[in-house]
């Protein structure tokens, strides 16, 4: 993974710790907060999250 993108790995790994273990996403239901680092970003809206000419590589 880039190292500008490292602080996800750790979002992630802080997201899903909170949430424990779940064996279905609908038992868990609609998560209604985020991670600081990943709530900060601007609201996409479309199919696609990322566009493939946005990824730096």
Known sequence: MPGEWSGYV?????????LGVTSSARRAG???RDAPLVAQLPRRTGRA????DQVKR
């Open 10 to 18: 750790r979002a992630n790994a802080d997201f899903f710790a909170d």
């Open 30 to 32: 609609k998560i209604d």
């Open 49 to 52: 999250c990322w566009t493939p």
